[in-house]
């Protein structure tokens, strides 16, 4: 089993920063493909970002090119989000997730049925 811990979530002013961290333990999830995603109230959880077990490869939404950055450091067991220029509409719980299924270096998974493990959330808010 792994258990997904993201904390790093908070309050911020519109066009500021934060940093989400996602901490796995229970074992090693460099060979798994990790992803991001998010939940607003009254709202489907959507896809954010994704990023392959190699690093090699990562993916974004549309909507979030440019401003977010998915990393890995796979001797910490750790992923990351760096969430800029923050819009109010940005608010959500973030979730991140790990595919244990992942067959090749470069693959992102980017639907919630391709993830096996998830964290609890943090919840991030953007302020006007």
């Known amino acids: 089993q792994v258990q997904l811990v993201e904390s790093g979530g908070g309050l911020v002013q519109a066009g500021g920063s934060l940093r989400l961290s996602c901490a796995a333990s229970?074992?090693?999830?460099?060979?798994?493909?990790m992803g991001w995603f998010r939940q607003a109230p009254g709202k489907e959880r959507e896809f954010v970002a994704a990023?392959?077990?190699?690093?090699?490869?990562?993916y974004y939404a549309d909507s979030l090119k440019g401003r977010f950055t998915i990393t890995r450091d796979n001797a910490k067991n750790t992923v990351y989000l760096q969430m800029n220029s923050l819009h109010p509409e940005d608010t959500a719980v973030y979730y991140c997730?790990?595919?244990?299924?992942?067959?090749?270096?470069?693959?992102?998974?980017?639907?919630?049925?391709?993830?096996?493990?998830w964290g609890q959330g943090t919840q991030v808010t953007v302020s006007s």
């Open positions: 997730a790990a595919d244990a299924n992942s067959n090749s270096a470069r693959y992102t998974p980017r639907t919630k049925d391709e993830y096996d493990y």
């Open positions: 229970g074992r090693t999830v460099s060979m798994y493909a």
């Open positions: 990023i392959s077990w190699s690093g090699l490869s990562t």
